[in-house]
Structure formats: structure tokens, C-alpha cells
């Protein structure tokens, strides 16, 4: 969350008409509480005081899928914001959201995943692959060709949002209720 914020403050005011910031989010920015306070305070990460502050929002220990999904979040708020401020000057700002993607970065994770139905438990990596609709992971082909997309002409008046691809992943966790965005 610090990185995409320090880029951006670097690179902004050198973006030229018609250039485009592709923020890489995750599924799991979903899984971040909906908090006014926390929104806000995601929204400055540089901000003096920040660990303290998030600490007493989420907890002392907030564990790392939390933080995780918060930091996800706060890389997707920050590229709507952009959005706005940069597109007076025609440019772009989007975040995509990869959802289960078979890698080498997934796979050192270890073998099993969060279960996301409020047991704690641990599931292994192919069951839960079993929540995607499509019935498999995705790779990381499939995340760089939503990208080259986005950052093309063809998608040049895309701007402020945050694309999902997940093999329809969240559709099912709004479904069965694990989350309501």
C-alpha cells in the first residue's frame, strides 16, 4: 500500500495524455471490512501515525489475511482517487484484481488457504480452487492479458474501477455471503 502510494506521488505529475497506472489489487480486497474510519485512514497510508491508528481499528494483531485485504483495498481506493485527479489530464488510473492465480509467488504460500467461512480453518489449495465457478485457478497469462488490455487504446475510456479476475470467484462469495460487495 505504501509502494503503489509512493509511486504514484513520483510518477503522477509526469503522466502524459492518454498514459495509464495499472495498481495489481487481489480478490481479498473484498474480504476488507466496510468502515468508514478504516476507508480513511487506508486513504493515507503515508500519514504520520498510520500503524497506530489501523491498530486501533482492526486490532493490535489484525492477522495477515486481514491486513492483507486491507492494504488490497486501500491499492484499489487509491487508483479510483487517481482517476479523478488525473483524468482532468486524459489520464487513466485502474486496479485489477487477480483471484486465485497458479504461480510460483501462490504456490510458496504452502499448500492450503484460508477457508473464509469464519472457522479459522486452513483448506487445501485444490479444494478451495473448488469455490470458483470456472473449476480451476487461474494463471498469470490471463492477469497480463486483462492488463495489456487496459493499459491499450481499446480500453481508453475505462478509468476509476477495479476488474476482477477471478474466474467468477467473487460472485460466489457474495453469494454464499462471505462478502457483500
Known amino acids: 500500500l505504501n509502494g503503489a502510494h509512493l509511486i504514484a506521488n513520483a510518477v503522477g505529475r509526469h503522466m502524459v ?15 476488507c471490512p466496510t468502515d468508514p474510519k478504516l476507508e480513511a485512514l487506508i486513504d493515507e497510508p503515508l500519514k504520520p501515525g498510520f500503524m497506530n491508528n489501523l491498530a486501533q481499528i482492526i486490532g493490535n494483531d489484525p492477522g495477515w489475511v486481514l491486513a492483507y485485504a486491507c492494504a488490497k483495498q486501500g491499492v484499489s481506493r487509491l487508483a479510483e482517487r487517481l482517476a479523478i485527479e488525473w483524468g482532468k489530464n486524459e489520464v487513466r488510473a485502474l486496479s485489477v484484481s487477480p483471484g486465485m492465480i497458479d504461480s510460483a509467488m501462490a504456490r510458496a504460500q504452502g499448500p492450503t488457504l484460508p477457508a473464509h467461512d469464519g472457522s479459522n480453518a486452513e483448506v487445501p489449495r485444490d479444494e478451495k480452487a473448488k469455490e470458483i465457478p470456472l473449476g480451476r485457478q487461474g494463471n498469470i497469462m490471463e492477469i497480463a492479458g486483462v492488463v495489456e488490455f487496459i493499459a491499450s487504446d481499446a480500453a481508453s475510456f475505462l478509468n476509476g474501477i477495479d476488474i476482477v479476475v477471478d474466474g467468477g470467484h467473487r460472485a460466489n462469495w457474495r453469494r454464499s455471503g462471505v462478502i457483500k460487495r
Open 17 to 31: 495524455r492518454g498514459g495509464v497506472a495499472v495498481f495489481i489489487g487481489s480478490l481479498a480486497s473484498y474480504l
